[in-house]
């Protein structure tokens, strides 16, 4: 039964919330005492980038297989269960003693992410019918979890400065239980009627995991190894040939993990090329403004926090004028919208950031603005066109697809500031020719970033443009494609 308005679903929004809550807050607010975990447990620069990157790696690389698996044996189960995974595995921080044994907690806390995003926002979606309300609870979903992102890093540091480290992790476990009891009782289980019985494409589902991890940890190589090695480019050349043993795989395959007839429908596919141009933006944007304002510019790690509160502000406020901007433009005018914004920001930091930080702000607010827009209207269009069992994989592949180009905007980026700049970029004192030599670098990334994210919404535009006047948000079972 659907519910009237969003008071009607504040239990389950409550608890919804709090599945986003820990994922936008798990890693920012672990980041600020990665220092103060290398010296306790002894860990090299190595294990520590796995702290962060076990976590990424297992979440984006699982969300598709538990996506599907949620489609089948349902929604709030295994929500549930993801759930209670979070929360013991976030007490076993309390006993790790080694670098090993933290990668390895924090790989199990991304099984339990790939298990618990995707259902947030499947089930935020089949609480209502309405499609304004959808949006409206997904705009809501999406502000807890950034407020979290935003205040991740500054609650760690007071937290560190009067207990230790673990409690960042431990604090998973109260926010695991809410949203348990909040879903248990907010939200009914799930209809059979509303599941599917296929069974697993096991194949498809290694193929589907192999080339996704493999798509992540690439942008990492290239950063750590550089683009002129041959491991990079191997992991590269081995993710493109896993994804094209995986679209083999699902073309052929009697009950595919991924129905690919679904994935090409036009409300489907263009949802998913804005959300990727949103996550394409926003980590090559944010790699490349935080790399200027203190390694060029030389600014103060705290100034250049404050230099990145328009993008903060925007994504926290910007929440309250979405649902108003969607009523008046409607679901896809909005979407193309708000991803030409994000295109505009990315121009104007490219050509025109080196004149100063008016620029990079001007850049900062419209990736921000049309981010918040596309964040909560690609998620809805996505799964308002496809069928109602399989919603979830539906939301598992928006997600995805940010992922997997947020890792391609950072490596875009590292990749061209490698092959333009000459030195260690890190290193003090850079001589006139090396900030030439950035700056340059910059502009090419930020033309770059422009062109990929333009190309994306310029497609999804043409294929928002074939959807039918009136795409059905569910389907039956039997009209199952």
């Known amino acids: 039964m659907s519910a009237p308005s969003l008071r009607a679903a504040w239990v389950a929004l409550a608890g919804l919330s709090a599945v986003f809550l820990f994922e936008m807050l798990d890693n920012s607010i672990l980041n600020v005492a990665l220092p103060t975990i290398g010296r306790e447990l002894h860990a090299s620069t190595v294990d520590l980038q796995w702290v962060t990157g076990a976590y990424a790696v297992v979440f984006g690389g699982l969300m598709l297989v538990f996506g599907a698996i949620a489609d089948r044996y349902g929604r709030r189960r295994v929500m549930l269960v993801g759930l209670a ?3 013991v595995t976030s007490l076993a921080t309390a006993f790790v003693s080694t670098a090993g044994q933290l990668i390895a907690v924090r790989a199990l806390m991304g099984v339990a992410a ?50 230790p480290w673990q409690v960042l992790l431990l604090v998973n476990v109260p926010v695991a239980v809410l949203a348990m009891v909040c879903i248990r009782f907010g939200i009914d289980a799930d209809d059979p009627a509303g599941l599917h019985r ?35 480019w191997a992991v590269t050349v081995a993710a493109v040939a896993a994804a094209i043993a995986f679209v083999a795989r699902e073309r052929s395959a009697r009950f595919p993990l991924l129905d690919l007839k679904l994935v090409a429908r036009p409300l489907v596919s263009s949802g998913l090329a804005y959300k990727a141009a949103a996550g394409l933006a926003i980590a090559g944007l944010g790699y490349l403004v935080t790399l200027q304002l203190q390694l060029d510019w030389g600014w103060s790690p705290a100034r250049a926090a404050i230099g990145l509160l328009p993008q903060v502000v925007v994504l926290i406020a910007g929440g309250a004028f979405v649902n108003p901007f969607v009523q008046r433009v409607g679901l896809d005018r909005a979407a193309w919208l708000s991803a030409a914004a994000i295109v505009s920001g990315l121009a104007v930091y490219g050509l025109l950031s080196r004149f100063g930080y008016v620029w990079v702000a001007l850049a900062l607010i419209l990736v921000a603005a049309g981010m918040r827009v596309v964040g909560a209207v690609a998620v809805v269009n996505v799964l308002r066109g496809l069928p109602g069992n399989r919603t979830t994989i539906g939301a598992a592949l928006v997600d995805t697809s940010s992922e997997v180009t947020s890792g391609a905007g950072i490596a875009v980026t590292g ?67």
Do not use: C, K
């Open 85 to 87: 995974l979070l929360a």
């Open 198 to 232: 296929d069974p697993i494409d096991g194949l498809g589902a290694a193929l589907g995991t192999t080339t996704i991890v493999l798509a992540l940890i690439a942008p990492t190589m290239f950063l750590n190894e550089g683009a002129g090695t041959w491991l990079p």
């Open 114 to 163: 790939a298990m618990t995003t995707p259902g947030s926002a499947a089930l935020a979606f089949r609480l209502f019918d309405d499609d304004g309300l959808r949006v409206r609870a997904m705009t809501f979903i999406s502000t807890i979890g950034l407020v979290g992102l935003a205040v991740g890093p500054t609650t760690g540091g007071l937290v560190l400065a009067i207990a």
């Open 415 to 481: 990749t061209i500031l490698a092959a333009m700049f000459t030195g260690t970029i890190t290193s003090p004192n850079w001589t006139a020719h090396q900030s030439a030599q950035f700056e340059q670098a910059v502009t090419v990334a930020g033309l770059a970033l422009t062109a990929m994210a333009a190309a994306l919404v310029g497609w999804a535009l043409l294929r928002s443009r074939t959807a039918p006047v009136a795409e059905p948000a569910y389907a039956s079972a039997s009209s199952r494609d």
